[in-house]
Nanobody, 125 residues
Framework: QGQLVESGGGSVQTGGSLRLSCVAS????????MAWFRQTPGKEREAIAG????????AYADAVKGRFTISYENRANAVYLQMNALKPEDTATYYC??????????????????WGQGTQVTVSS
């Protein structure tokens, strides 16, 4: 059974940077797309960055556009999220997701069927 394992969360001050990693293991083939979501208490989980794993085409939510960069490494079957110019409102639990065997038209709204366990990112002012 495949799984997604995240790492790289932590605490930083406003303006700092963090890099999240998510490795997909135990799958017999690569996903169609991967994405990063985030969630704060009392709010719905939101997609912030997605990538088509075959083409590398990316999509971003307006809240992170220009500050965050998603990338995919095919050999490692891993997705990364480079987060720069972090703000207190970026504080959340971050989840990676992957979609296998389903049509994907938009990596921000794909029917993701595998999820990581989540990693906490805290940005202090």
């Amino acid at each position: 059974q495949g799984q997604l394992v995240e790492s790289g969360g932590g605490s930083v001050q406003t303006g700092g940077s963090l890099r999240l990693s998510c490795v997909a293991s135990g799958f017999t083939y690569n996903s169609n797309a991967m994405a990063w979501f985030r969630q704060t208490p009392g709010k719905e989980r939101e997609a912030i960055a997605g990538i088509f794993t075959s083409s590398g085409k990316t999509a971003y939510a307006d809240a992170v556009k220009g500050r965050f960069t998603i990338s995919y490494e095919n050999r490692a079957n891993a997705v990364y999220l480079q987060m720069n110019a972090l703000k207190p409102e970026d504080t959340a639990t971050y989840y990676c997701a992957a979609v296998f065997g389903r049509l994907v038209e938009d990596p921000l709204s794909a029917p993701y069927n595998y999820w990581g366990q989540g990693t906490q990112v805290t940005v202090s002012s």
